[in-house]
DNA sequence: TCTGGGGTCCTAGGACCC
DNA sequence: TCTGGGGTCCTAGGACCC
């Protein structure tokens, strides 16, 4: 027997857009985008125009004069994106968060209570518009995979059902860039092989497909190709990572850029670690170029860490190589840290220092201990009156950003 | 055509150990 | 000292996703 077709992938419609149309009535039926230097979602009015989320905001407005673009009530897109997940939640606890507007569902034995998944998934779309206010579009099928197709193709504001049985009919006639994993890079290669539809992709062998797109990728996509998708829904996923980037235009790559941008990241994601007890044995920083090059540093230590100025400390001195590394390049565009090898921190567990003090060949406890303090201080004063009313010197003043802080909360995962 | 921020996973080479 | 094999960890880069 085959099994049934019981994953649901929901999908909220240009989700940002739609938010700020719910709330505010006279942008409704209009071309509107979110953001500003960079449209971060675009309304399907502005689409019909060739209006693109990712799209530099003049560009847009080329495309479509009358554009609105509208500011963007941060807050608002996670407490509704939050509403419309919790109304599957009704149907079952088997739940997979992709998003802030995405998510998969397993409605497998919820049928005697709710009718088929069809059903459930009218339900699901005919609530969230009802109690939520916004439109969210659903595809039904045997697997992850063909859940998440049926979905996009049932945008905007539909229902894809694709019965258990027709998924290679399915499947067939659509472009490869459709299928998880195939972007710009494996369109190409694919191409380049004669290969535009799934199911030329199904008929090309594995090996073939992994000797043109390495083992891991082509393997993968063999199968999903030929519709074996063996991923089931995961309902408690942790972050592996945590990190913090920050576009700077194009600045000179000296200390007095770097310091104080890295002392910010820093506090950004050691912040976090620390909100739910968890340190990193690795730091990885990026530096971006001029032209847009950019390379990677990184360093593992014995010991998970979490304290902000002994992560800068150690970004500052991996930036510092990677410079080093590139002497002809003068100005950066871009910086990053991340943290990864993630423990849980067990509170009394006090880091060393990274750097040795000058005059001692140990590492100073003492130090540590202190950092540990501070930073603890530090978070407790801005639970109580707001991250902007203590920080470090250089952070606090050297705090001018071009996206505010709400919206990078957004893309942030759950640690 | 090159605009932002936060992530995951894979590959390949080298160090090191048994 | 050389040769072989297997495994783990680290580093750097890259493709892809939301």
């Known amino acids: 027997m085959v099994a049934s077709a019981t994953i649901l992938h929901a999908d909220l419609d240009a989700f940002y857009a739609s938010v700020e149309q719910l709330l505010d009535p006279s942008l409704r039926g209009r071309p509107i985008a979110v953001g500003g230097g960079v449209v971060l979602a675009a309304s399907y009015e502005a689409r019909a125009f060739g209006v693109r989320g990712g799209m530099p905001g003049r560009r847009a407005r080329e495309l479509c004069p009358q554009l609105c673009f509208v500011g963007g009530q941060f807050s608002e897109y996670q407490r509704l994106g939050d509403a419309a997940i919790e109304v599957m939640r009704d149907f079952t606890p088997l739940i997979e968060r992709i998003s802030i507007d995405e998510a998969f569902a397993d409605v497998a034995g919820c049928e005697p209570l709710f009718g088929s998944p069809e059903e459930m998934a009218k339900s699901i779309r005919r609530r969230v518009r009802a109690e939520v206010g916004l439109p969210i579009s659903l595809g039904v099928a045997r697997t992850k995979h063909l859940a998440k197709i049926a979905s996009q193709g049932a945008k905007p504001d539909g229902l894809v059902v694709v019965p258990a049985g027709t998924e290679r009919d399915f499947l067939?006639?659509?472009?490869?860039?459709?299928?998880?994993?195939?972007?710009?890079?494996?369109?190409?290669?694919?191409?380049?092989?004669?290969?535009?539809?799934?199911?030329?992709?199904?008929?090309?062998?594995?090996?073939?497909?992994?000797?043109?797109?390495?083992?891991?990728?082509?393997?993968?996509?063999?199968?999903?190709?030929?519709?074996?998708?063996?991923?089931?829904?995961?309902?408690?996923?942790?972050?592996?990572?945590?990190?913090?980037?920050?576009?700077?235009?194009?600045?000179?790559?000296?200390?007095?850029?770097?310091?104080?941008?890295?002392?910010?990241?820093?506090?950004?994601?050691?912040?976090?670690?620390?909100?739910?007890?968890?340190?990193?044995?690795?730091?990885?920083?990026?530096?971006?170029?001029?032209?847009?090059?950019?390379?990677?540093?990184?360093?593992?230590?014995?010991?998970?860490?979490?304290?902000?100025?002994?992560?800068?400390?150690?970004?500052?001195?991996?930036?510092?190589?990677?410079?080093?590394?590139?002497?002809?390049?003068?100005?950066?565009?871009?910086?990053?840290?991340?943290?990864?090898?993630?423990?849980?921190?067990?509170?009394?567990?006090?880091?060393?220092?990274?750097?040795?003090?000058?005059?001692?060949?140990?590492?100073?406890?003492?130090?540590?201990?202190?950092?540990?303090?501070?930073?603890?201080?530090?978070?407790?004063?801005?639970?109580?009156?707001?991250?902007?009313?203590?920080?470090?010197?250089?952070?606090?003043?050297?705090?001018?950003?071009?996206?505010?802080?709400?919206?990078?909360?957004?893309?942030?995962?759950?640690?």
């Open 172 to 415: 067939r006639d659509l472009p490869v860039e459709l299928m998880w994993g195939v972007g710009p890079v494996a369109k190409a290669r694919l191409a380049e092989r004669g290969i535009f539809t799934i199911g030329q992709l199904a008929r090309t062998s594995d090996s073939a497909l992994q000797r043109l797109l390495g083992q891991a990728v082509g393997g993968k996509l063999a199968a999903l190709a030929r519709d074996q998708d063996p991923r089931r829904i995961v309902t408690d996923r942790r972050a592996r990572s945590v990190g913090a980037q920050s576009a700077l235009g194009r600045r000179p790559a000296t200390g007095a850029v770097v310091r104080p941008t890295l002392l910010n990241l820093a506090d950004r994601v050691a912040t976090r670690l620390r909100a739910k007890s968890r340190a990193g044995r690795t730091v990885t920083v990026r530096v971006r170029f001029a032209d847009l090059r950019a390379v990677t540093r990184s360093l593992t230590q014995p010991a998970a860490i979490s304290a902000t100025l002994t992560l800068a400390e150690i970004a500052e001195d991996l930036v510092r190589a990677a410079l080093a590394d590139h002497p002809t390049e003068k100005s950066i565009s871009l910086l990053a840290i991340s943290v990864s090898h993630l423990e849980f921190d067990t509170e009394l567990q006090l880091e060393l220092p990274y750097r040795l003090d000058a005059d001692e060949r140990r590492p100073s406890t003492a130090k540590g201990a202190a950092r540990w303090t501070a930073d603890r201080a530090m978070d407790a004063i801005r639970d109580r009156f707001g991250r902007e009313s203590i920080g470090y010197g250089s952070v606090v003043l050297g705090d001018r950003r071009a996206v505010p802080d709400a919206f990078r909360e957004l893309a942030e995962r759950e640690l």
